[in-house]
């Protein structure tokens, strides 16, 4: 009894951060599947396809949808999806963003859209390299 994931990116982006994240957890805890646009793809077909999706996913507790880019095609198809469904959907898509969706399968909907967010957001940093941490111990 958990909220399902779908994720709708970009060509292979999604396909790709799931592969990674189950190489780094060695498994995925939750009910996951993945949507991706294509140039060559149906705006209509993804639309029910999507819709197909969440249903299949939707056990009760809604689902989280999770797209690459606010204002793009995948997150304008999910949030035309969520509008009809139980479910929240995160833009911006990012592996740190992932990983912590999949570390706290158990939480409701709500609560796996606020970890979702708080990824994505402590996910990014600005890395010193050698030379700014050796300048930084002076």
């Not at 929240?88 to 796996?112: A, D, H």
Request: proline content about 3%; overall charge neutral.
């Amino acid at each position: 009894m958990t909220v399902g994931v779908l994720i709708i990116t970009h060509d292979n982006i999604g396909p790709s951060l799931l592969n990674i994240a189950n190489d780094i957890l060695g498994s995925c805890p939750l009910q996951l599947k993945v949507l991706h646009v294509t140039r060559a793809s149906h705006l209509e077909f993804l639309q029910a396809q999507a819709q197909v999706l969440i249903n299949s996913l939707d056990t009760g507790h809604g689902v989280l949808i999770l797209t690459d880019m606010y204002g793009s095609t995948p997150s304008n198809i999910a949030c035309n999806a969520a509008d009809k469904k139980h479910a929240q959907v995160v833009s911006g898509l990012n592996l740190p963003m992932l990983i912590r969706v999949l570390n706290y399968s158990r939480l409701s909907l709500n609560e796996l859209t606020e970890k979702a967010i708080s990824g994505g957001r402590e996910g990014v940093h600005i890395c010193l390299t050698t030379i700014e941490k050796h300048n930084d111990t002076r």
